[in-house]
């Protein structure tokens, strides 16, 4: 039950911060106050306090963070002259003023409970953090990088390293704590140090592409007698980056048209035989071939250019993974085109991985090979660009030879 004079503390409490909180208080707010306080509340019920006590409990919750306002270091400090003044000018018994101040001074930082009071206080004062602990977390670091409080920078790693050690090191001193709270601090110390697993990978990982990176500048610079590096020391790496950027997509990009171009004829020849096959299938045995003589020529011009045209346009889109062989040892340097996968797809794992090494390690194999695949790129879009344009004219002769016929058949 809340007596006078908590109601009174309270109320100081929310009047001291509505006059004075700074923005950067995003952690160590009235919230924070409060909710510290209904958590001491909720501890004491399981615990045989005197009237006494639950309110001096209470009292130190609602201004153990109160010297915030005042300054950020040594707050604790600043709390405790506080609420002794409030106190004794309340005429507050000397005993219990003394016994807030301790339970002031039992929430700071490292410090030990002597007694049940100070142990419910500083377990409350943890939990606030344990409660919410990913969104408090941010705050806290928020608030602790602000150039008013402590006013340093947390990378990453770094955090979750802290984090890590402190609820590693975590201890709750009630009964009520150990049950409710403990299982919650381990549970987010496991979390914590999965990230920081994660974190840990990361950065090795990046550590180790710096080194290949650089390994492979080294070897670059060193091939100062290859083709590629002499290219390579006259244009920008940017340069040669957005030329190669650029022409894979273009190449990309036109074999896509040629696909749609032979999907294309594909479906109209396929249309055009069916609907023919279909006509003289059904009539055939009644159609009289020797009164239509004159209709067999343009309409078989017609179903050849239509069958060549199909037969074309299929090729020009079949797959081509054709196995250039040759000599593929281990120790090959001369890697024709590593990037094709009819060469690499069939090697050995272990020796595709040391020639891609090979490739990644010296400008004239990385340059080589790229340059190699955009020609061999380049001749496979020029053998189907030469497959189309004949599928094309043979539909397009035989399409304008059997219309012709048929003109001729009609009128003569």
Same mark, same amino acid.
């Given at each position: 039950?809340?007596?006078?004079?908590?109601?009174?503390?309270?109320?100081?409490?929310?009047?001291?911060? +509505?006059?004075?909180?700074?923005?950067?208080?995003?952690?160590?707010?009235?919230?924070?106050?409060?909710?510290?306080?209904?958590?001491?509340?909720?501890? *004491?019920?399981?615990?045989?306090?005197?009237?006494?006590?639950?309110?001096?409990?209470?009292? %130190?919750?609602?201004?153990?963070?109160? $010297? !915030?306002?005042? =300054?950020?270091?040594?707050?604790?400090? #600043?709390?405790?002259?506080?609420? /002794?003044?409030? @106190?004794?000018?309340?005429?507050?018994?000397?005993?219990?003023?003394?016994?807030?101040?301790?339970?002031?001074?039992?929430?700071?930082?490292?410090?030990?409970?002597?007694?049940?009071?100070?142990?419910?206080?500083?377990? %409350?004062?943890?939990?606030? &953090?344990?409660?919410?602990?990913?969104?408090?977390?941010?705050?806290?670091?928020?608030?602790?990088? +602000?150039?008013?409080?402590?006013?340093?920078?947390?990378?990453?790693?770094?955090?979750?390293?802290?984090?890590? /050690?402190?609820?590693?090191?975590?201890?709750?001193?009630?009964?009520? &704590?150990?049950?409710?709270?403990?299982?919650?601090? *381990?549970?987010?110390?496991?979390?914590?140090?999965?990230?920081?697993?994660?974190?840990?990978?990361?950065?090795?990982?990046?550590?180790?592409?710096?080194?290949? %990176?650089?390994?492979?500048?080294?070897?670059?610079?060193?091939?100062?007698?290859?083709?590629?590096?002499?290219?390579?020391? $006259?244009?920008?790496?940017? &340069?040669?980056?957005?030329?190669?950027?650029?022409?894979?997509?273009?190449?990309?990009?036109?074999?896509?048209?040629?696909?749609?171009?032979?999907?294309?004829?594909?479906?109209?020849? #396929?249309?055009?035989?069916?609907?023919?096959?279909?006509?003289?299938?059904? $009539?055939?045995?009644?159609?009289?071939?020797?009164?239509?003589?004159?209709?067999?020529?343009?309409?078989?011009?017609?179903?050849?250019?239509?069958?060549?045209?199909?037969?074309?346009?299929?090729?020009?889109?079949?797959?081509?993974?054709? !196995?250039?062989?040759?000599?593929? =040892?281990?120790?090959?340097?001369?890697?024709?085109?590593?990037? %094709?996968?009819?060469?690499?797809?069939?090697?050995?794992?272990?020796?595709?991985?040391?020639?891609?090494?090979?490739? @990644? =390690?010296?400008?004239?194999?990385?340059? =080589?090979?790229? #340059?190699?695949?955009?020609?061999?790129?380049?001749?496979?879009?020029?053998?189907?660009?030469?497959? @189309?344009?004949?599928?094309?004219?043979?539909?397009?002769? &035989?399409?304008?030879?059997?219309?012709?016929?048929?003109?001729?058949?009609?009128?003569?």
């Amino acid at each position: 039950m809340e007596t006078l004079l908590i109601k009174q503390a309270k109320s100081a409490l929310l009047e001291q911060f +509505n006059q004075k909180q700074p923005s950067y208080l995003l952690y160590h707010n009235y919230q924070h106050s409060i909710e510290v306080a209904e958590t001491c509340l909720l501890i *004491a019920q399981y615990e045989n306090l005197s009237p006494q006590e639950y309110e001096n409990l209470l009292i %130190a919750a609602y201004f153990h963070d109160i $010297g !915030y306002l005042q =300054g950020y270091q040594h707050h604790e400090d #600043s709390s405790k002259i506080f609420a /002794q003044q409030w @106190l004794e000018a309340k005429q507050f018994d000397p005993k219990s003023i003394n016994q807030v101040l301790a339970c002031i001074e039992a929430t700071r930082f490292g410090s030990q409970p002597q007694n049940l009071l100070e142990q419910i206080i500083a377990d %409350a004062d943890i939990s606030y &953090g344990i409660k919410k602990y990913k969104l408090r977390s941010r705050l806290l670091r928020s608030e602790w990088e +602000n150039q008013f409080t402590l006013g340093k920078i947390y990378p990453k790693g770094e955090w979750l390293k802290l984090q890590k /050690q402190f609820l590693s090191h975590l201890r709750f001193y009630t009964d009520y &704590g150990r049950q409710h709270f403990a299982p919650l601090a *381990a549970q987010h110390l496991l979390t914590e140090s999965k990230k920081l697993e994660v974190w840990e990978k990361e950065k090795k990982k990046e550590k180790e592409q710096a080194k290949k %990176a650089n390994k492979l500048s080294n070897n670059i610079a060193a091939d100062n007698g290859s083709i590629y590096a002499q290219i390579e020391t $006259g244009i920008p790496s940017k &340069g040669i980056q957005s030329f190669f950027r650029a022409a894979y997509p273009n190449l990309i990009s036109l074999s896509a048209i040629a696909d749609n171009k032979a999907n294309f004829m594909i479906s109209i020849n #396929s249309i055009v035989l069916t609907l023919l096959v279909a006509i003289f299938s059904v $009539g055939g045995l009644s159609f009289d071939y020797v009164s239509h003589s004159a209709y067999v020529m343009p309409v078989g011009l017609f179903v050849g250019t239509a069958i060549l045209s199909l037969i074309l346009a299929v090729l020009s889109v079949m797959p081509n993974n054709k !196995y250039k062989k040759g000599n593929q =040892g281990l120790n090959r340097p001369q890697v024709e085109n590593i990037i %094709a996968y009819t060469e690499f797809s069939r090697l050995p794992l272990q020796e595709y991985e040391t020639l891609i090494q090979q490739v @990644l =390690g010296s400008s004239e194999l990385l340059y =080589g090979n790229m #340059s190699r695949d955009l020609y061999q790129l380049g001749c496979q879009l020029q053998y189907k660009y030469k497959l @189309l344009r004949f599928a094309y004219l043979s539909f397009l002769f &035989g399409f304008a030879f059997s219309s012709l016929l048929l003109i001729v058949v009609f009128f003569i």
